[in-house]
């Protein structure tokens, strides 16, 4: 099995940023696309940054310019440094990733962390 572990989310100013973490562990052959989304209250789960198949990384468009989010291989750790927070972007942060343990590809997801905008 694979696990996901979130860390980094809490209350935060608006206009602060904020670094989240997220380490992925359990038997990891090889892992593909990994990422963030995020769910706010009364809506669906969207997309915030990831590195897709490919390599690259992918933006929502409501953060691009103020988000980077960057990866450590060694550590299969991804990291999302979001900046200038505003009221849109509190909601529960979760890590996605695609990996390969033993014979098969599956998608897991972290627990969540949560993200507090205070005005």
């Known amino acids: 099995q694979v696990q996901l572990v979130e860390s980094g989310g809490g209350l935060v100013q608006a206009g602060g940023s904020l670094r989240l973490s997220c380490a992925a562990s359990?038997?990891?052959?090889?892992?593909?696309?990994m990422g963030w989304y995020r769910q706010a209250p009364g809506k669906q789960r969207e997309l915030v940054a990831t590195f897709t198949s490919g390599g690259s990384a992918s933006y929502a468009d409501s953060v691009k310019g103020r988000c980077t989010i960057s990866r450590d291989n060694a550590k299969n750790t991804v990291y999302l440094q979001l900046n200038s927070l505003t009221p849109e972007d509190p909601a529960v942060y979760y890590c996605?990733?695609?990996?390969?343990?033993?014979?098969?590809?599956?998608?897991?997801w972290g627990q969540g962390t949560q993200v507090t905008v205070s005005s």
């Open positions: 996605n990733a695609n990996v390969r343990s033993r014979v098969e590809w599956s998608d897991y």
């Open positions: 359990g038997i990891i052959l090889r892992i593909n696309a």
